[in-house]
């Protein structure tokens, strides 16, 4: 079981309301991602960091902003949540130094907005 | 355009059964495949990760094999428990970038029937 923990699990929430998505891991990996899932299609990357002060764009355009104050901590933030932001996200982390290295995902926020 | 295509989209067996699933893809410049499972309202968890100079590679009931030739990777399961059904991930990356892309299929749907 990976030590890679996201809360809440399930989101409800009305239009225009800002809300943040937590993701925090204790294996002290450097490289953290978010990726956008709708049921039966495939993951796409939104966000992801090299390490703390570190944050790019995933291939997947999103209204949404990331932060890294801390190693450990990746959270996501929707200023204004649409319904259009309605899917799950999913926070994943690994080591920098290795091109094959194993990502290891967190459980995802199921996220709906009326 | 790199893409990674899964087959069949679904499938459904009677428990104790073997089963195998494929994946073809046409990301270049290659890294290496991986296979992941994926249970419903879980994150992704990793099962084999293979590079380019790797044809197989097991994980206890599950073995992966990968054609870098043909662009063609399969995942067999043997004897197959209720535990099996779950979502299977074909996701390949590309050594083009330091981040080391990932490119994510769509999933093979497993229901393993008692």
């Known amino acids: 079981e990976a030590d890679i923990y996201q809360t809440p699990r399930y989101l409800v929430i009305g239009t225009g309301k800002k809300i943040t998505l937590e993701c925090s891991q204790t294996?002290?990996?450097?490289?953290m991602y978010w990726y956008q899932q709708d049921p039966g299609m495939e993951l796409h990357l939104i966000h992801y960091?090299?390490?703390?002060?570190?944050?790019e764009k995933g291939d997947l355009s999103s209204e949404s902003t990331v932060s890294r104050i801390r190693t450990e901590h990746f959270p996501l933030t929707l200023e204004s949540a649409r319904p259009s932001h309605t899917s799950q996200y999913l926070c994943?982390?690994?080591?920098?130094?290795?091109?094959?290295?194993?990502?290891?995902f967190g459980p995802g926020t199921r996220l709906t907005v009326l | 355009k790199n893409q990674v295509e899964q087959s069949p989209q679904s499938l459904i067996i009677l428990e104790g059964k073997n089963c195998t699933l494929q994946?073809?893809?046409?990301?270049?410049?290659?890294?290496?495949l991986r296979w992941y499972k994926q249970d419903t309202g879980r994150g992704p968890v990793s099962l084999t990760i293979?590079?380019?100079?790797?044809n197989t590679k097991s994980n206890g009931r599950y073995t992966a094999t990968l054609d870098a030739d043909t662009k063609q990777s399969s995942l067999h399961i043997t004897a197959s428990q209720l535990s099996d059904s779950a979502s299977y991930i074909c996701?390949?990356?590309?050594?083009?970038?330091?981040?080391?892309?990932?490119?994510f299929g769509r999933g093979t749907q497993l229901t393993v029937w008692p």
């Open positions: 994943a982390s690994s080591e920098l130094h290795q091109k094959t290295d194993t990502q290891y």
């Open positions: 996701v390949v990356a590309d050594r083009g970038s330091t981040l080391g892309r990932l490119y």
């Open positions: 960091s090299y390490g703390v002060n570190s944050t």
């Open positions: 994946c073809n893809y046409t990301v270049s410049p290659f890294s290496n």
């Open positions: 294996m002290g990996h450097d490289k």
């Open positions: 293979m590079t380019f100079s790797e």
